[in-house]
Nanobody
Framework: QVRLLESGGGSVQAGGSLRLSCPASGVTDIPNCMAWFRQGPENEREGVAS???????SYADSVKGRFTISQDTAKNTLYLQMNSLKPEDSAMYYC????????????????????????????WGQGTQVTVSL
């Protein structure tokens, strides 16, 4: 059974950068679809970026051009490089894993410019807090 553990969160000033990591343990191969989600104190959970095992990537409109999702298949680890951070990026960030269809749903929502809560993802980490101040 896959287990996910996020790290790399913290407090930064606007314009700064952070890199989140999420190793997937309990598996021999990286899951077919992995993604980052976030949830602020007064917001619904929303998808940030997804990546399939064959490298197909999707981003939410709010992070395009600033965030980069990547994975190291040798280490079964997911990353999220976050640059040009804004106060509105402050949230708990979660790593999630699921079947290939999870990435299809994620992509469909981003192409429709719609918020995606990640109902098709099966495994979630406990989250890492990101706080961006002015």
């Amino acid at each position: 059974q896959v287990r996910l553990l996020e790290s790399g969160g913290g407090s930064v000033q606007a314009g700064g950068s952070l890199r989140l990591s999420c190793p997937a343990s309990g598996v021999t191969d990286i899951p077919n679809c992995m993604a980052w989600f976030r949830q602020g104190p007064e917001n619904e959970r929303e998808g940030v970026a997804s990546i399939s095992s064959n490298g197909e990537i999707s981003y939410a409109d709010s992070v395009k051009g600033r965030f980069t999702i990547s994975q190291d298949t040798a280490k079964n680890t997911l990353y999220l490089q976050m640059n040009s951070l804004k106060p509105e990026d402050s949230a708990m960030y979660y790593c999630a894993a699921g079947p290939r269809a999870s990435c299809v749903f994620f992509k469909a929502h981003t192409e429709a410019h719609a918020r995606y809560r990640g109902e098709e993802f099966e495994t979630w980490g406990q989250g890492t807090q990101v706080t961006v101040s002015l």
